[in-house]
């Protein structure tokens, strides 16, 4: 049991976890904050992923013969229970871990880009035609 929840737990964690080098790396690339937007989509797409995961269950239970609101159950219904709660999730498990795997942001890559948006942080921004150059960042003061 205990082996199954810290599985959980990285699998709910991780991606958060991920979520703000993602947003550094934008950050470096274009000069622009979308910080609400990226976790927006993520949040979306977890609750449709979730949405989608309950009606395919619901389609593959009644293709299985399941009938609601009866104790005895036709034996493949206890067969799709039994493909939807191990090896469904697992080759989804497995596609993602494909994906994860390609991850382009590595440790190494991690430490430049807060090098790099340290640099920055020191009074330089990237300009907003994104050609490399840098400029100071305005204040309100600065533009009166």
């Known amino acids: 049991m205990a082996i199954a929840g810290s599985s959980i737990s990285v699998a709910y964690l991780l991606p958060w976890s991920m979520l703000p080098d ?4 934008f950050l470096l690339k274009t000069g622009h904050r979308k910080d609400a937007i990226f976790y927006s989509f993520y949040v979306f797409f977890n ?23 009866q104790c005895d159950q036709v ?11 191990a090896p469904f999730p697992i080759v989804c498990l497995l596609i993602g871990l494909m994906f994860l795997w390609r991850y382009p942001i590595t440790e190494e890559r991690r430490k430049i880009i807060k090098e790099q948006l340290a640099r920055q942080n020191e009074g330089l ?20």
Do not use: H, N, W
């Open 22 to 25: 993602v947003l550094d790396d």
């Open 75 to 85: 034996p493949s219904v206890g067969l799709a229970l039994r493909m939807l709660v």
């Open 47 to 69: 609750k449709f992923a979730v949405g989608l995961s309950v009606g395919l269950s619901q389609v593959a239970l009644g293709l299985s013969g399941y009938k609601s609101q």
């Open 125 to 144: 921004s990237p300009s907003a035609d994104m050609s490399g150059a840098y400029v100071k960042y305005e204040t309100i003061e600065d533009t009166c």
